[in-house]
């Protein structure tokens, strides 16, 4: 079964700064997908990065990049010059590739950045 | 920019009580998705659903709930007989293609509460 392990409940960051997200996960899967997703307050999932797990090129999304590390089973979220608008609840997601893909999250870390 | 919809933001019900969640994906979508969220907690995969069958349920998908795509436009999830334990946000997501390459998008969610 596919798990993903978020170890950091919460992290905070100074405006500007810069901070990562861990992320580990577990599968037995050769062809699957991981994202990053943002729950604000409002409590709504915005999609934030994707990655294709044969992609050996870290996604980038302006600000926002990732480590990928295939062989460690490890996927940690870059946000750099980190503003007010990035606080919110954090969630890393596996898929398998074909069939119903169900995305399987971990229990989310809660971001805040400090003015 | 299309988005996937969800009514109603929020619906208070009485134990017992039958709700029906209603949500409206992105129009050229393929596969949907019901998710739940307990306050606090991760993310959980209820079921998806792909030319009008359930692909994969996960185990809290019980007998007394449900899913059905009555027209063409709207998905929804009924639950039967409300407990209080099933008080959460109620996500929707669709997506246009079957590979896990395309993104989920989801709804802004329906807070149930059960009294």
């Known amino acids: 079964a596919q798990t993903v392990t978020q170890s950091q409940p919460e992290m905070s960051v100074q405006e500007a700064e810069t901070v990562t997200l861990s992320c580990t996960y577990d599968?037995?899967?050769?062809?699957?997908?991981l994202f990053w997703y943002k729950q604000p307050p409002s409590r709504q999932m915005i999609l934030v990065i994707r990655q294709e797990a044969y992609k050996q090129q870290n996604a980038t999304e302006n600000r926002f990049s990732v480590n990928f590390q295939k062989a460690a089973k490890s996927f940690s979220l870059k946000i750099s010059d980190s503003q007010l608008g990035d606080a919110a609840m954090y969630f890393c997601a596996h898929s398998k590739g074909g069939g119903s893909e169900k995305l399987v999250f971990g229990k989310g870390t809660k971001l805040t950045v400090n003015p | 920019e299309p988005e996937v919809t969800q009514t109603p933001s929020h619906q208070v019900t009485q134990m017992g009580q039958e709700v029906i969640l209603r949500c409206v994906p992105i129009s050229n979508h393929l596969y949907f998705y019901w998710y739940r969220q307990i306050l606090g907690q991760k993310v959980e995969f209820l079921v998806s659903f792909y030319n009008n069958e359930i692909s994969e349920k996960s185990e809290i998908f019980d007998d007394q709930f449900s899913v059905e795509r009555p027209d063409g436009s709207n998905f929804t999830l009924k639950i039967r007989s409300t407990k209080l334990e099933d008080s959460a946000m109620y996500f929707c997501?669709?997506?246009?293609?079957?590979?896990?390459?395309?993104?989920?998008?989801f709804g802004p969610g329906t807070r149930l509460t059960v009294l």
């Open positions: 599968t037995s899967e050769s062809d699957y997908y």
């Open positions: 997501a669709s997506k246009a293609s079957g590979g896990a390459s395309d993104t989920q998008y």
